[in-house]
């Protein structure tokens, strides 16, 4: 299962990359709060071009039915390190070991789709400051 998820991360953030033609035009940082049930996760993302994963989730067991839990960060590693993105995903409360993940997931969708959005004011350029002071 290890290598599955891995690999499913992986794939989809190779796939985020590309579809993304550099970053060109887009507003690049998205920020998301989730809440489930008793559970809020917070996630920020950077599309960049510059990976890195912030992971402070702790969940109450080792296992969402027959997946362990650890496998999710792995997941999240793999998207971020493909996909050129920042991530920090930090759950700041919460019990329910699937509602933990889940709001995690969530919380990185959401926070992508802010900053994928197109921003009129980089005139179709990838979105940063290098160079220019």
Same mark, same amino acid.
């Given at each position: 299962?290890?290598?599955?998820?891995? %690999?499913?991360? @992986?794939? *989809?953030?190779?796939? #985020?990359?590309?579809?993304?033609?550099?970053?060109?035009? @887009?507003?690049?940082?998205?920020?998301?709060? @989730?809440?489930? %049930?008793?559970?809020?996760?917070?996630? +920020?993302?950077?599309? /960049?071009?510059?990976?890195?994963? *912030?992971?402070?989730?702790?969940?109450?067991?080792?296992?969402?039915?027959?997946?362990?839990?650890?496998?999710?960060?792995?997941?999240?590693?793999?998207?971020?390190?493909?996909?050129? +993105?920042?991530?920090? @995903?930090?759950?700041?409360?919460?019990?329910?070991?699937?509602? *933990?993940?889940? /709001?995690? #997931?969530?919380?990185? +969708?959401?926070?992508?789709?802010?900053?994928?959005?197109? %921003?009129?004011?980089?005139?179709?350029?990838?979105? /940063?400051?290098?160079?220019?002071?």
């Amino acid at each position: 299962m290890h290598h599955t998820v891995e %690999d499913t991360g @992986i794939a *989809i953030g190779r796939a #985020f990359h590309d579809a993304l033609d550099g970053f060109k035009g @887009i507003r690049r940082f998205g920020v998301a709060y @989730i809440p489930m %049930d008793e559970t809020l996760t917070r996630c +920020a993302v950077d599309l /960049s071009n510059r990976p890195y994963l *912030i992971w402070r989730v702790d969940f109450t067991r080792p296992k969402v039915g027959e997946m362990d839990t650890e496998l999710f960060k792995e997941f999240h590693q793999a998207f971020a390190m493909n996909s050129g +993105a920042c991530v920090h @995903i930090e759950t700041l409360y919460g019990d329910n070991t699937h509602h *933990i993940a889940e /709001s995690g #997931f969530k919380a990185l +969708a959401r926070a992508l789709r802010t900053a994928v959005e197109l %921003d009129p004011k980089t005139g179709g350029a990838a979105p /940063s400051t290098k160079g220019v002071l």
